[in-house]
């Protein structure tokens, strides 16, 4: 029982940048035991300095623990380090919980190379910052088998409390977060978009962040009720149809023609609104929008 308490507490990080830094640390502060191993060595002094156990190669990493967090820049970086270091023969009885952000290709390709290594995996994609890890802020969407999922529990509650199970699909995490990261983005560009407009015409920054204060106070509720329309099939019904909106969105054009600001992403959500109309959804909800985005729509 005492061994198996102590292997329950051994965790491998590979790969400490920004994010594996924060993962080792915070595996650290939840009383395992880490060994770590990055490219470049320097990376690894504070986190020795906190108690982890430097490797000198990343298989070192492999042999002393069954749970081993694989965080680096992309996939092409992951198969580099195992091409290098022969890690396809260590792999067998390892769990690579892999939270390198990545496309479908790269994780559906990852699983392969991991069965056929005789290793297992849980794929993850991160959705807060280093900081924010182990903490309820935290936010970590996870998928692999549940046999795998169950045995990785204990250490993705360390890092996420609360980490969400996608499932047998390896490839939800990756789209989960790249849709979720689509509409924050969007919002992003928009709100800067706003304050490019703004300052062309001279109304202070202050001003501006503290009106869009006010304003984003109904972006959770209509954003909820933006999908709950579209989950339940009943765009028909709204209060503002996207005919309201083309006409809110040609003011917009305007103005910030006037200005003289760039258009490019007017013209984008001009294009959208438009081709919503063209489809017929003029008096729909704007959560029809979903069907101009939807795959297989012929393009205009
Ligand atoms: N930071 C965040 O807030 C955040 C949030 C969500 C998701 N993520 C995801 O977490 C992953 C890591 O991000 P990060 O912020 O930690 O990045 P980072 O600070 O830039 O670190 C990149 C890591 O990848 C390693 N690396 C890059 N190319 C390599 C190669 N060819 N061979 C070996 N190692 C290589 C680097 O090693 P060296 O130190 O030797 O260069 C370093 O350990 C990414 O997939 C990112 O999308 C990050």
Known sequence: MGAEVESKKRVGVIGLGAMG?????????AGYRVSIWNRSSDKATPLVALGAI????PDEVLEANRHVVVCVADYAAWMQIVGNHGLEERLADTSIIQLTGGSIDDVTEHETFIAESGGRMADGALMCFPSQLGTSEASILVAGAPDVLEDCDPLLRVLDPDWTNLGEDITK???LSRALTAGILSSFVGYVNGLAICRE???????????SVKADAIVPGEKRRLAEAVRDGRTEHTEASIDTWVGAHQTIHAVAEALGTNLVLQDAVKSALQEARQMGYGEHDLAALVEVFAANQPRS
Request: charged content about 20%.
């Open 173 to 175: 995490p990756a789209v």
């Open 21 to 29: 830094s924060g993962i080792a640390r915070t595996c650290l502060e």
């Open 54 to 57: 430097a490797c000198d190669k």
């Open 201 to 211: 015409a001279g109304i202070p920054i202050d001003v501006y962040i503290n009106q």
